[in-house]
């Protein structure tokens, strides 16, 4: 089965991320890369997270990159803070039985948005 790791980067995301973290709990790794928040944002991560990176902020693209390289997987899920993960559970058949399939839906706070998450969701479920 293909294994999944999410990644977050964050700079005083505390009121957001333990939302965050949670919507994500079944990947196999979740890594932080947090910019040195001065809330609580790394200490209310610390029990849902495989791994924090502390380093200065250096743009959106270079943060993301290098908690994509921190990654131990190949299929990498990158979430912001303020986004939640919902899995739809779905049957579908398959000739003669049914199975079930997990959809993912990535939701922003306040937005809502689909597409990658279909097909990971596919991927995931494997053959």
């Known amino acids: 089965?293909?294994?999944l790791t999410v990644t977050v980067i964050t700079y005083n995301e505390s009121a957001h991320i333990v939302e965050a973290l949670q919507s994500v709990s079944w990947a196999d790794e979740i890594i932080l890369v947090d910019s040195h928040s001065t809330d609580d944002t790394v200490e209310?991560?610390?029990?849902?997270?495989?791994?924090?990176?502390a380093r200065d902020w250096s743009g959106?693209?270079?943060q993301?990159?290098?908690?994509?390289?921190l990654a131990s997987n190949d299929w990498?899920?990158?979430?912001?803070a303020d986004e939640r993960v919902a899995a739809h559970h779905h049957h579908v058949t398959d000739g003669h039985r049914k199975r079930p399939v997990d959809r993912l839906r990535?939701?922003?706070v306040?937005?809502?948005?689909?597409?990658?998450?279909?097909r990971l969701a596919q991927?995931?479920?494997g053959p």
């Not at 990498?76 to 912001?80: G, H, M, P, Q, T």
């Not at 306040?110 to 279909?118: E, L, M």
């Open 1 to 3: 089965m293909t294994k």
């Open 44 to 53: 209310r991560a610390r029990p849902y997270v495989s791994r924090i990176d």
């Open 60 to 62: 959106y693209g270079t």
């Open 64 to 69: 993301k990159n290098h908690a994509q390289d």
């Open 76 to 80: 990498i899920l990158s979430i912001d």
């Open 106 to 108: 990535l939701r922003q």
């Open 110 to 118: 306040g937005h809502t948005s689909r597409g990658v998450a279909d």
């Open 123 to 125: 991927d995931l479920d």
